[in-house]
């Protein structure tokens, strides 16, 4: 992690205006959130369904209007390019899609999925890009002959290889994988993140993944955030996350995750009630009313983002104090 | 996943077959009148008059001795010819205007649907055939008002397909791959929002059909003494009322298979699950 990011994210908002009967009401989806990614390593943005982590995804790569803050790549300002300028950043920034099923136009064949970003983004001749297809279909471990398929004619698995494949043609540097695995057999997970992983290695590219799944997470990240409500509530890298989980939502949510290894302990931390409806937040923590260590003075303030060592940090004054005496 | 669904032979292929069979041929007619029809369809006098269909007029003739097999080949062209016009503008235009308002949506939106509910308050029949006795006869003008009569039903077909998918995640995708927003509409969404549309116009094109023969049959469609079928039947009536049943009976033979042709085509359609399975 040396040099300059080459994403950056700096106090990113989204707000969805509730029409409705009676008063408008405010719906904060993303609430100042802000994070770097280092060329070739993996951020991963954790968190239940509701707390902000697709609509991340979505305002980093414009496909929604963020409502402020600041996304920085390799240099440009991501936020502010006319919709006339926006293309040319899909140069650097791709997305591999939650759902493989919708994500390919069903009309289309594999090699005109492929071709389309390479036609629209580079000068290349109808050669060269016959032949960098070629080396997409070979990259995702695709035999050359898909390339006539359409994409009903793909397994969910190989369809999912096609989104990584389109999304590498370009060759950017950061791709956003949202949920890539959520709508895959179990069995072919492994080999997607697997693909991610080695595709990462040989080419030095940048993942920001978007998940709920912490095995997943577990196994191909560098550095994690954790997302409640639309904040960060803790981040800090792998290791720090899942080794010595801070923030009492990342313990809920690390407890309530099934483990197969042996010899890690763990101590059951249950949130009680329902997640809270995002709109119009009380004041204070947002796990205030959940959480089992809630104190009084936590439903006053929101508490920031407090540093326990290192690139940790969680927004806990009761467990970030408990474990730094610790 | 439906494509994995083993197909089912669509046990209305028949009717597609049959259809498109019957269109060819229909076409066929209308090109080959063109070139040859056995005799010359204007001239009156080459046989009899009201002669019953024999070897020499297989059709019969009609009022002033003409061959009425020559008139409802020289007809076949007009009439195939204005419906399948017809139906590609209404297509055309109704396909472009409802990818605009599902789309874009807003104001144009807005407006679209008003001005289409205000158009479908009118009985379409009606409305032909008071803009056609302002406006006089003529072969565009027919087009025209035959074509803008069921635009309101292109429009909202594919504006609401156009709706429904461009937040499908292939229109993203379409972004992220250098589409701008037009490009995204017409090569991704429309594209894949034809079907529903596609199968309207041919259950549509049976009532042009329909259409431009009830317009010929009241004397306001193209200019009167062109051979076309709806005038054909309308000038056979006081014949078909003294038995001479043959004047008006071929070329509302050829309305009804016009019609039919097209219809067996949009039920065909509107049932095949073509190998795709969805879109």
Request: contains cysteine; glycine residues 10%; aromatic residues 6%.
């Amino acid at each position: 992690m040396s040099g300059a990011p080459v994403l950056s994210v700096r106090d990113l908002r989204k707000d969805y205006d509730i029409r409705g009967l009676g008063r408008r009401r405010t719906l904060k989806a993303v609430d100042g959130v802000s994070f770097d990614v280092y060329p070739g390593e993996t951020v991963s943005i954790v968190g239940e369904s509701g707390s902000g982590k697709s609509t991340i995804a979505r305002c980093v790569t414009r496909l929604t209007d963020a409502t402020s803050g600041a996304v920085t790549l390799a240099g440009t300002p991501v936020l502010d390019l006319s919709a006339r300028a926006l293309p040319a950043i899909y140069r650097d920034l791709q997305m591999v899609f939650q759902d493989p099923n919708s994500s390919l136009d069903p009309l289309m064949r594999v090699r005109d999925l492929l071709d389309e970003p390479l036609r629209l983004h580079t000068k290349l001749d109808k050669a060269a890009r016959a032949a960098k297809i070629a080396d997409l279909l070979r990259a995702v471990d695709l035999p050359e002959d898909m390339g006539a398929r359409l994409p009903h004619q793909l397994s969910g698995g190989q369809r999912q290889r096609i989104g990584i494949a389109r999304a590498l043609a370009v060759d950017p540097r950061v791709i956003v994988l949202d949920e890539p695995t959520a709508s895959l057999d179990v069995s072919i997970r492994g080999q997607i993140i697997r693909l991610l992983k080695r595709l990462q290695a040989e080419q030095g590219i940048a993942y920001v993944l978007i998940s709920h799944d912490l095995a997943v997470v577990r196994r191909i990240s560098d550095r994690v955030l954790v997302m409640y409500l639309g904040k960060t509530v803790e981040e800090g890298s792998a290791e720090e996350i899942f080794g010595a989980p801070a923030h009492p939502y990342t313990r809920a949510l690390l407890s309530a995750a099934p483990k197969i290894a042996f010899g890690e302990s763990r101590t059951r931390l249950k949130l009680e009630g329902e997640i809270p409806s995002p709109v119009d937040l009380p004041p204070g923590c947002r796990l205030a009313g959940r959480c089992p260590l809630a104190r009084p003075e936590c439903r006053r303030a929101d508490p920031p983002l407090l540093p326990i060592g290192g690139t940790h940090r969680a927004a806990c004054p009761v467990t970030v104090h408990e474990t730094q005496r610790a | 996943m439906r494509a994995a669904v083993a197909t089912r032979r669509p046990t209305r292929v028949w009717s597609l077959r049959l259809g498109v069979l019957l269109l060819l041929a229909l076409v066929g007619t209308g090109l080959f009148a063109m070139v040859w029809t056995p005799y010359p369809p204007g001239a009156m006098g080459v046989g009899g008059v009201y002669q019953p269909p024999s070897i020499a007029h297989p059709f019969g003739t009609d009022r002033l001795g003409a061959d009425i097999l020559s008139r409802t080949m020289d007809a076949a062209t007009t009439d195939v010819g204005i419906t399948v016009a017809v139906v590609a503008l209404s297509l055309v235009v109704g396909s472009i205007w409802g990818s605009f308002a599902g789309f874009f949506g807003g104001w144009f939106d807005y407006v679209t649907m008003r001005l289409l509910e205000l158009l479908n308050s009118f009985p379409s029949l009606l409305l032909a055939m008071l803009v056609i006795s302002i406006a006089g006869p003529g072969v565009l003008k027919v087009i025209f008002v035959v074509a803008v009569l069921p635009l309101p039903d292109y429009v909202r077909l594919i504006r609401i397909e156009i709706r429904s998918k461009k937040t499908w995640q292939f229109a993203d995708a379409a972004r992220m791959v250098g589409r701008r927003p037009l490009g995204v509409l017409f090569a991704h969404l429309l594209p894949n929002s034809l079907r529903p549309v596609l199968s309207y116009a041919s259950v549509n094109a049976s009532w042009v059909a329909a259409t431009i023969g009830a317009l010929g049959f009241l004397g306001l469609g193209i200019e009167p003494g062109s051979a076309e079928w709806g005038s054909m039947i309308s000038r056979g009536q006081d014949a078909v009322l003294s038995g001479k049943w043959w004047v008006s009976f071929f070329p509302g033979l050829g309305i009804f298979l016009l019609a039919a042709a097209f219809h067996l085509i949009g039920d065909g359609l509107a049932d095949a699950r073509t190998k795709g399975g969805r879109a």
